[in-house]
């Protein structure tokens, strides 16, 4: 099974960016999707970004669409998020997903439809 850890978060302040990668210990390239999640204090976890089927699809919620992206590094192993013009409202925990076999009605933007997780990686942004 797949292995995650993330990296790279950080305190920044409003406009700035962070870039965020997530370590796996297999082979991206294998899996069916790979997947950022947020989650606030007190809120439940919130879909972020995903990249499926690996061919360069890729999904994103209305409030970071412009600014983030998410990239796949099949040689390296590792999927980062980009994020641009940072908002206070983007301060969360950034966990990375992975679901790594296809299935039937597979919901990219739900947190249960993913099977392997990182320990998240703390981003605040300040305003």
């Known amino acids: 099974q797949v292995q995650l850890v993330e990296s790279g978060g950080g305190l920044v302040q409003a406009g700035g960016s962070l870039r965020l990668s997530c370590a796996a210990s297999g082979r991206i390239a294998n899996v069916y999707a790979v997947a950022w999640f947020r989650q606030s204090a007190g809120e439940e976890r919130q879909f972020v970004a995903a990249?499926?089927?690996?061919?360069?699809?890729?999904y994103y919620t209305d409030s970071v669409k412009g600014r983030f992206t998410i990239s796949r590094d099949n040689a390296k192993n590792t999927v980062d998020l980009q994020m641009d013009s940072l908002k206070p409202e983007d301060t969360a925990i950034y966990y990375c997903?992975?679901?790594?076999?296809?299935?039937?009605?597979?919901?990219?933007?739900?947190?249960?439809?993913?099977?392997?997780w990182g320990q998240g990686t703390q981003v605040t942004v300040s305003s």
């Open positions: 990249s499926v089927r690996n061919d360069g699809t890729t």
């Open positions: 997903a992975v679901r790594q076999n296809v299935v039937w009605g597979f919901t990219y933007g739900r947190y249960r439809a993913y099977d392997v």
